[in-house]
């Protein structure tokens, strides 16, 4: 990577850092702090105050995207960052669930997931970019490791409110970040013409890449349902299971180090996308047969190798969405991305919780392994983007030429 970026991929990493920080924060005490407040004896409320965020998160990341195609990336992301610190402060300050709502939609508003990853798109080559997707997706898992262990003690130190408070106030500090960190925009992007939303939703690799970013994550989610009781039933209490998460965490970011970047140079990005797919697949049969007699050394190796396989995607499908993307049409392309990436956590919340209720975590992970079959077979025919040349390249080939 050159040092430009550098500066881009880390200031970049940092935003979504410190803004999955404080969502993760919040999620492992949401439910049972929520119920302290007036009207949390409401399950209902409850859950519509957990996933409000997600429903105006979704709906808006499309017309964010947008807005950072036309407007600019940088302007985009200041206003998307200001709507979710408010929408912290209000949440920080709510005397009951009606306000945490509200607080909770207003977070959801700043939707800026597809003009952060558009602008890094912009400011990395493509032969680094994949590399650059990494740093961000493992500032995040980071994040949500160090919120397992740090949430239940800073809500009993500082409420739910604290939290939120601490959630808006790295908003903020994001915002210092994008004005005086953050590269300036490229001008060829100032300059570009405009897409149509049609040149998206017609894409081919593009719609691929759409439905495995929603399978991937409603799989998740689902899993998370079934999986704490499961490790409860093994003999682990819940507030030790932060001790079988972050291990397997960490030590799966090593493990996509030493094997994606290594195997995209080598040309077999489709291969290791794929056998991550089939992995992802493998975990949920695995979790399948040890749901009967569940063991905790048993479930934390299928964890490490969900963790492996999810790391793999989770770098290399945002890569590969904005390579294959139209330039001119970038951030409406990852709006439609991470829409469908929002849209799956919602689909996976409301699966797995459904499935438990009827049919218990085989259900679960059955429903789960059969999404993933048909991931797979939509994948199939998907072809690793090509690699745009550099100026030595081109200089080199013009010279053959002649």
């Known amino acids: 990577m050159t040092p430009l970026e550098l500066r881009a991929s880390g200031s970049l990493a940092s935003i979504f850092a410190a803004r999955m920080l404080g969502l993760f924060l919040v999620l492992p005490v949401f439910a049972l702090e929520a119920a302290r407040y007036p009207g949390g004896d409401d399950p209902a409320l409850v859950g519509l105050a957990m996933g409000i965020y997600g429903l105006t998160q979704g709906v808006l990341q499309i017309p964010f995207g947008l807005a950072s195609d036309r407007f600019g990336r940088k302007r985009t992301i200041v206003l998307g960052l200001l709507l979710f610190a408010i929408g912290s402060f209000v949440a920080a300050g709510a005397t009951n669930l009606g306000w945490l709502v509200v607080g909770r939609s207003l977070q959801g508003a700043g939707a800026v997931s597809a003009a952060v990853t558009a602008l890094l798109a912009d400011q990395t080559r493509d032969e680094v970019r994949t590399k650059a997707m990494a740093l961000v997706g493992a500032s995040i898992g980071m994040m949500f490791a160090l919120s397992l262990v740090a949430a239940p003690v800073l809500a009993a130190a500082v409420g739910l409110g604290g939290l939120f408070a601490i959630t808006g106030v790295l908003a903020l500090g994001c915002i210092a970040i994008v004005l005086w960190w953050t590269p300036p925009e490229p001008e060829q992007h100032k300059n570009a013409p405009r897409g149509r939303m049609s040149e998206v939703l017609n894409h081919g690799p593009l719609l691929r890449l759409n439905v495995g970013v929603f399978v991937l994550h409603a799989v998740q989610l689902a899993m998370w349902v079934a999986v704490p009781g499961l490790l409860v039933a093994a003999g682990l209490a819940a ?113 797995g919780g459904w499935l438990v209720k009827y049919a218990g975590p085989h259900g679960v992970f059955g429903a789960c392994a059969a999404l993933v079959v048909l991931w797979l077979v939509v994948a199939w025919p998907m072809r690793a983007p090509q690699r745009a040349k550099t100026p030595e390249e081109t200089l080199a080939d013009e010279a053959q030429a002649t």
């Open 239 to 351: 507030e030790d299971q932060w001790k079988v998460y972050l291990p397997t965490v960490l030590a799966s970011f090593v493990v996509m180090a030493a094997l994606l970047f290594p195997m995209e140079r080598r040309g077999y990005l489709r291969a290791v996308f794929l056998w991550s797919v089939g992995l992802i697949g493998m975990v949920q049969l695995g979790l399948l047969l040890v749901t009967s007699r569940p063991g905790v050394t048993e479930l934390a190796v299928l964890l490490f190798l969900f963790f492996c396989a999810f790391n793999v995607l989770e770098a290399s499908q945002p890569s590969m969405a904005s390579r294959v993307a139209p330039p001119h049409a970038r951030g409406a392309a990852l709006g439609v991305y991470n829409t469908l990436q929002s849209l799956g956590f919602f689909a996976g919340g409301v699966l």
